[in-house]
């Protein structure tokens, strides 16, 4: 896969800039008016959709995945992609917007958080439940609020929301805090454990304080390395010793999310506790978060859950899962120590948890 550069509309006597990134999904897709069936757009086609984007006092470019991908196909590479985009072009926008499929957007969102270090401008994420070129359409909508957002700042220069963030429909989301909760409404997001960062109607209103910005000013350095040697294990009542231990014995596993019931609970089962702690004494890291939308893991509250805190497992407090998968393999990439990996699981790094 590769990137492509171009660009739509040339600088004008406009103020501010933003790159538009597509990598895909249905927000860059329309019917075809023979077959009836959707298919990708090139980048041209799509903001042709949206003759409006000219209206804005923004000068917008763009660079496009090639081809562009369903959002289900999205790797680690992907995310490479889209980070050395943003590095290659920092100096000469005010802000990115990825156009990125739904499916998987949470995903991306929550990796790009934790690989942009120094990040003073926006990145955000946005795509939409019908495609660009169909009637009654999400496309437009996001997009072009999106590109607002991206676009806006304080009256001394400095961003709005210098942060990984999504937008869709009328919230913006911390990126590391969403969750897709819908496949058929336009209110496709969530951000269960954490406030809106801004919320558009009439008004664009910015809740300053649920913003994160870095303290210490710095270049952007990107981080580009993941270890996806790690698995999601979502257990369930009846679920048997044999299952578990084939999971926890997969060579080569280095980290596991497991998706506990309520507010970090698992049997009490001996077998479980001692195929956890087997796999915890190999240095697997494994952290502990709620099949639970909204709330925080608290081990030790019940007795259900001393046993995983015996056993070595940590807790991923009011983490997604989608936040939890995509540090954990970006921390597991960048430490050989599992301690420091334990360490930093555990410690808000871009605003992704509340302990
Ligand atoms: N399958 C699509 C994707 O994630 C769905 C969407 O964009 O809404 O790429």
Redesign the pocket.
Known sequence: MSTQKSRFILPMEKTNSVLLIFT????SMGENPNTQSLAPLDTEQVLSFIPELKMLNINIASVSFHPLI???DITPDSWVQIAEVIQEHYNQFDGFVVLH????MAFSAAALSFMLDGLSKPVIFT???LPVGVLRSDAKENLITAIELAAAKHENGDAMVPEVSLFFEDKLMRGNRTTKRNTEEFNAFASFNYPELAKTGVHIKYYQHNIHRETVAQPLSINTHFDNNIVVLKIFPGITANTVKSILNIPGLRGVVLETFGSGNAPCAEWFYELLKEATEKGIVIVNISQCRAGSVEMGRYETSVNLLKAGVISGYDLTMEAATTKLMFLLGKYDDTNEVKQLMTTSLKGELIR
């Open positions: 895909g999904g249905t927000i369903d959002s289900s499929g739904t499916d998987t795509g939409s439940q």
